[in-house]
């Protein structure tokens, strides 16, 4: 029925070449678009912090409200989920829906009540986990 004749018959596919140039554009397409993909992945990380530390204070200032002062140093940001003996009937919480979360690094953020000076303070130590540093390691504090 079909009779194959000698130059009818072509390989279908592509040459080891060609596959070797698409590979070689999208690794150059990887190498330029992802470290500006991570950047912005970091930058995104900085502002999922300052969003949270500003959560934790509308949360103290409504526990302010309810008990008479914001939770001592000891207390911590526990204190807004679970109530301290110190509260006494006036807390009225739970202010946080489900807990003091961590920082979007894994760690846990500091707080110091009022005996540190100021209302109080919440700090998240950046990526790092050590206090100081530039960039994403860089501190992010409340007010």
Avoid: C
């Avoid at 409200?65 to 526990?78: A, S």
Wanted: proline residues 6%; aromatic residues 10%; hydrophobic residues 40%.
């Amino acid at each position: 029925m079909y009779a194959v004749t000698k130059g009818a018959r072509k390989a279908a596919g592509f040459t080891l070449l060609e596959l070797l140039v698409v590979i070689v554009i999208i690794g150059l397409l990887a190498a330029y678009v992802g470290p500006k993909y991570f950047a912005q992945l970091g930058k995104s990380e900085v502002t999922i912090a300052k969003a949270q530390i500003e959560a934790f204070e509308k949360a103290l200032d409504t526990y302010r409200l309810d008990v008479g002062r914001y939770p001592t140093t000891e207390e911590g940001l526990g204190a807004l989920v679970t109530a301290p003996n110190t509260a006494g009937a006036k807390w009225n919480g739970p202010y946080l829906k489900k807990g003091v979360p961590p920082d979007p690094w894994g760690h846990q953020y500091k707080y110091k009540g009022p005996e540190a000076g100021a209302e109080f303070i919440i700090t998240s130590e950046g990526r790092d986990g050590q206090p100081g540093g530039t960039g994403e390691d860089a501190d992010i504090t409340s007010r």
